[in-house]
């Protein structure tokens, strides 16, 4: 069954949102991307209002089955990060009052779910957001792609698919994007690494 993901990159300034469509077999459809802007110079509550009220309007029309928002890390910048926090207690207050299901993923997550690599750096996301997309180019700004990719990665990583079990044919190689296939390997490697230790107990 196909999952809907609403996927958002807090911030005040720029809050990306992110919907997709992804199927078991993890092919991801866009359905929308946007970015909630507000002023540096309004007042704080009316920010977070004009957030508030972007994140229900989207909601309202896609109807996703799950929230995905990236997860809250420590940054040399507390105005920033004070900032993400709140935008991210409006996005988690909007899905609750609908009844959704919220999942947070960390940045590194999101990186390795995309990538297959935890440390990949922002172009390398955005790359990947557009070809696992099958879009000529990547999302723009930043925040757009990166929302694309929360939702993306908790589709893969965090929806009751990414526990569904699959035979040998039923996902081809052909059929999966480079990060699929990496993620696939990184899946394999860690269960093999585990059998040892636990025969050696």
């Known amino acids: 069954m196909t999952i809907r993901v609403l996927g958002i990159d807090p911030g005040l300034t720029r809050c990306g949102v992110g919907v997709v469509d992804v199927r078991p077999d993890r092919r991801a459809t866009l359905v929308e991307v946007t970015v909630i ?3 540096a110079d309004m007042p ?7 957030v ?16 995905a928002i990236e997860r809250v890390f420590a940054q040399h910048n507390l105005r920033t990060v004070m900032g993400v926090a709140q935008v991210s207690g409006v996005a988690l207050h909007s899905a609750a009052r609908r ?5 947070l993923h960390t940045p590194s997550e999101v990186k390795a779910a995309i990538t297959g690599y935890g440390s990949a ?3 390398q996301v955005q790359a990947m957001v557009a070809r696992i997309l099958g879009l000529a180019e990547a999302p723009k700004p930043a925040d757009a792609a990166d929302a694309l990719a929360i939702a993306i990665c908790h589709a893969w990583r965090g929806s009751p698919m990414a526990d569904t079990p699959r035979g040998p044919g039923s996902e081809p190689a052909s059929a999966q994007t480079p990060a699929q296939a990496a993620w696939r390997a990184a899946e394999r490697s ?3 690494s585990a059998v040892p230790r636990r025969l050696a107990r």
Do not use: F, M
Not at 52 to 67: F, K, N, S, T, W
Not at 99 to 103: D, E, K, M
């Open 190 to 192: 860690a269960r093999a």
């Open 44 to 50: 704080l509550e009316k920010r977070l209002l004009a």
């Open 52 to 67: 508030g009220a972007g994140i229900d309007a989207l909601l309202d029309e896609h109807r996703p089955e799950v929230v």
């Open 121 to 123: 750096d922002k172009r």
């Open 37 to 39: 802007r507000t002023p």
């Open 99 to 103: 009844g959704l299901p919220v999942a």
